[in-house]
């Protein structure tokens, strides 16, 4: 809120702020906290399953195992690698200290060859 004087200058201002995190807020973020401290921080499944013997591949006892699924191919990994290897070939002093990243953009249109 702000204050005039007659000839239109600000006299006065109030300023209300809004809290950044408020108690719901704060408590959305703790029980996320408390749910990925639940899991392995390598593969992400819950400890309690990934720990347990129960699902030990080299467990004859086990009642269940965990198994490995088909790789897939990550595009965007594939260009951070070659960028990446670009520059551990061109800068190898300053390569492990680059910051890679990629964005998608569109593919510009293939060219036609002549005589086609």
């Known amino acids: 809120m702000t204050a005039w004087d007659e000839q239109g200058r600000p006299t006065r201002w109030v300023t209300s702020r809004e809290v950044e995190w408020d108690g719901r807020e704060r408590a959305w973020m703790l029980a996320l906290d408390l749910h990925e401290a ?4 390598k593969c992400g499944q819950p400890l309690a399953e990934c ?5 030990d591949p080299d467990n004859p006892d086990a009642t269940s195992q965990y198994v490995a ?3 897939t191919e990550c595009f965007s990994c594939k260009a951070l ?3 990446e290897e670009k520059w551990s070939k061109n800068d190898p002093d300053q390569a492990p200290y680059m910051i890679h990243t990629v964005v998608r953009v ?3 249109p293939r060219r036609r060859r002549k005589g086609r």
Do not use: G, I
């Open 38 to 41: 639940t899991l392995c921080r």
């Open 51 to 55: 720990t347990d013997p129960d699902n």
């Open 69 to 71: 699924e088909d790789p």
């Open 81 to 83: 690698v070659r960028s």
């Open 106 to 108: 569109a593919k510009p």
